[in-house]
């Protein structure tokens, strides 16, 4: 929605040659490209130094985007005013592997909202953004219908008819 054009993220490896070479990207919609500052900020503890694999943009707040990296998970905040972007680590719970992509799943019926990061050779992680309150937990599913929000987890299969006893 931004410049008559649209804006849009770009994840890249970057150059590790050019350590000044930024590895997310944003078009500001109009006829500039502008890195985001994940592996150039000057906020050494906030700089990745890895290749960026995958971004997406938060759907009710557009000034977030989320990042998956050869080391975790990064979430990052627009300030349209300075043209910055502030990130923070999202790796609590996450195994220390690539993030080959990442997709934000918003069921409005029940109000939740997850982000979900395949993670290279370890499976499909997800962290619940609608509860704030639990901190930034992150979750690995059993099996397809496993919320992750009851203990111990549930191993029968909620679609297949139980069977009955024999006496």
């Avoid at 009710?60 to 043209?83: E, I, K, L």
């Avoid at 953004?129 to 219908?145: C, D, N």
């Amino acid at each position: 929605a931004r410049g008559p054009h649209g804006s849009f993220y770009v994840a890249t490896t970057g150059d590790p040659v050019r350590p000044d070479m930024d590895t997310v990207w944003w078009f500001d919609g109009t006829d500039r490209w502008r890195a985001t500052g994940l592996r150039t900020n000057a906020d050494a503890t906030k700089r990745v130094p890895a290749p960026a694999y995958a971004v997406v943009v938060d759907k009710t707040d557009r000034n977030t985007v989320y990042v998956g990296t050869a080391v975790g998970v990064w979430r990052g905040v627009f300030d349209p005013g300075a043209t910055t972007w502030g990130w923070f680590s999202m790796n609590n719970g996450l195994p220390e592997a690539a993030v080959q992509d990442l997709a934000l799943h918003d069921e409005t019926a029940t109000g939740q909202r997850l982000l979900r990061a395949a993670i290279q050779a370890r499976g499909i992680w997800e962290i619940d953004l609608s509860q704030p309150a639990l901190g930034a937990r992150t979750m690995l599913r059993v099996h397809a219908w496993d919320t992750r929000r009851q203990n111990p987890t549930p191993l029968t299969d909620p679609k297949q008819a139980i069977p009955n006893a024999l006496l």
